[in-house]
């Protein structure tokens, strides 16, 4: 059976989604870690970027560390990415250490983004801290 080249062109269109993004982000974004709401956690937050993206957090904070993190977001593939990476970076540290965490670490662990969608990172970054902050009132 002959495709025309439409295998090629499939080819092509995977090629350009790709382009621009890391391993990594591509990754966390199709097999994204801790995506879904967290039963039994002590902090949550949900933020809304100005981008539109919104994002929640729910952490598990116990002796002063984060055993458990979720998230859920309804945006981009590379928010999910960045979601994904941020419940990453704060599962097993202290809260002080998690609550450092910035947009810049968010991309540095993701090898990068395209300039248009670092908003992504600091939506992710920034509803952890709201999480840890809203934990901390507890």
Known sequence: MEDNGLSEFVKSIERETREGYSEAVIDHALNPRN??????????????????????????????RIRRTGFWTDGCGTAIACGSMVTELATGKTVEQAGDIGRQDVLDALGGLPPETEH????????????????RKR
């Open 35 to 64: 995506m879904g709401r967290l039963e039994g956690s002590n902090g949550e937050a949900k933020f809304k970027g100005p981008c539109g993206d919104t994002m929640a957090i729910w952490i598990d904070v116990s002796d002063d």
């Open 120 to 135: 992504c990172a600091l939506l992710a970054a920034t509803t952890l801290k709201l999480a840890i902050k809203e934990y």
